[in-house]
């Protein structure tokens, strides 16, 4: 048996599709991530296509309601990105962002939700190795666990 097959038989049998393809939503900060996502495209990075960019103003523009609203309208995982900390472009909006989001993430895994399923990173605008690095990443681990199912399965 092929490493491939073995892949897949092992995903069959934890119940995820060999096929399967995540759909993730990424919030990104305008003044840090969308640019380094942007520079990682200037340099010809390769990355999973199965990430969408929403450019944000601001990692603190994103609500917790707009991350259960992509989770229910079938995206399988969602990513949050901003500036540094000490870095954001209206001072604090992304340590107000790291209390909310993280005490939303601490929730919804409380009601079961994987934690690979909801991720907060902080990338800079020259950062478009760690941004491909980040996708990269959280494809894999959003592949591993597979799709999402908001009225079963997990939360
Ligand atoms: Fe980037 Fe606030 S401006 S996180």
């Known amino acids: 048996m092929s490493v491939v097959e073995e892949t897949a038989s092992?995903?069959?049998a934890e119940g995820v599709p060999a096929d399967f393809e995540p759909n993730i939503l990424a919030f990104a900060c305008h003044w840090c991530t969308y640019s380094g996502a942007d520079l990682a495209g200037l340099n010809r990075m390769n990355y999973p296509a199965n990430v969408r960019l929403l450019r944000v103003p601001c990692s603190g523009r994103v609500n917790p309601q707009f991350v259960l609203a992509a989770l229910n309208k079938g995206v399988d995982g969602v990513l949050v990105c901003g500036c540094h900390p000490g870095d954001c472009h209206y001072f604090s909006g992304n340590y107000y962002a790291k209390r909310r989001l993280m005490a939303f993430k601490r929730m919804l895994e409380y009601v079961g939700l994987p934690p690979e399923r909801f991720q907060v990173r902080w990338i800079s605008g020259s950062e478009a190795g760690k941004f491909r690095d980040t996708v990269i990443s959280v494809c894999k681990q959003i592949?591993?666990?597979?799709?999402?199912?908001?009225?079963?399965?997990?939360?």
């Open 10 to 12: 092992a995903k069959a």
């Open 143 to 155: 592949k591993e666990i597979g799709p999402y199912h908001p009225s079963g399965g997990d939360a």
